[in-house]
């Protein structure tokens, strides 16, 4: 059973621009210290899983415009040595329901098994990805970037319900992490 960091993307480990969409490499800017953060974690025995909302994604804007910077995000990482067991992207609508779109777990399902949940977190910046770390049973952390968009669907108050601790580095994420491995 393998202990997994599951990460949101924009706001988590990239910020998020105005628009929503990084889809020039223009956009892409990374959250200060998530590198070195992931490297330890990883390093710590935790396998790394992205799992993001895409909206619109091949409709409103290009599987190649995203994947550009994407890629490069990944290239950036792994030349760093973190490397993501899985990056798994869902492209509907919040309105679609989907089963596989967050906090929905449709798309973490078919490897679920080889999850050791008791052990397991979701860092994200939204309440859709405390409530999927909800869903899964997993515990969860809010990482809020000061200088990340500051939409509406943040969380900004305490949701004791969905059990998120809240940090605004990723030095502290880690160190919460290892101090409850």
């Known amino acids: 059973m393998k202990k997994v960091i599951f990460l949101d993307r924009d706001g988590t480990l990239i910020r998020e621009p105005h628009d929503f969409r990084i889809d020039d490499l223009s ?5 200060p210290g998530v590198i070195g953060a992931l490297k330890r974690l990883s390093d710590a025995g935790y396998e790394l899983v992205i799992v993001s909302n895409q909206d619109g994604l091949g409709k409103d804007y290009s599987w190649e415009a995203f994947n550009v910077a994407h890629q490069k995000m990944l290239e950036i990482f792994e030349g760093e040595g973190v490397r993501f067991w899985k990056t798994l992207i869902d492209t509907h609508y919040a309105s679609e329901n989907h089963p596989e779109r967050k906090p929905n777990i449709g798309l973490v ?65 880690e160190a919460h992490i290892l101090r409850h491995a």
Not at 27 to 31: D, E, H, P, T
Not at 139 to 148: A, Q
Not at 161 to 170: D, G, L, Q, S
């Open 109 to 173: 399902q078919p490897f679920l098994d080889e999850v050791d949940v008791k052990k397991s977190w979701m860092v994200g910046d939204r309440k859709t990805d405390a409530v999927f770390a909800k869903n899964l049973g997993v515990r969860s952390i809010t990482l809020k970037d000061p200088l990340s968009n500051d939409g509406d669907v943040r969380i900004t108050e305490t949701l004791p319900e969905f059990e998120t601790v809240k940090y605004t580095t990723w030095a502290e994420v």
């Open 27 to 31: 956009k892409l800017s990374f959250l």
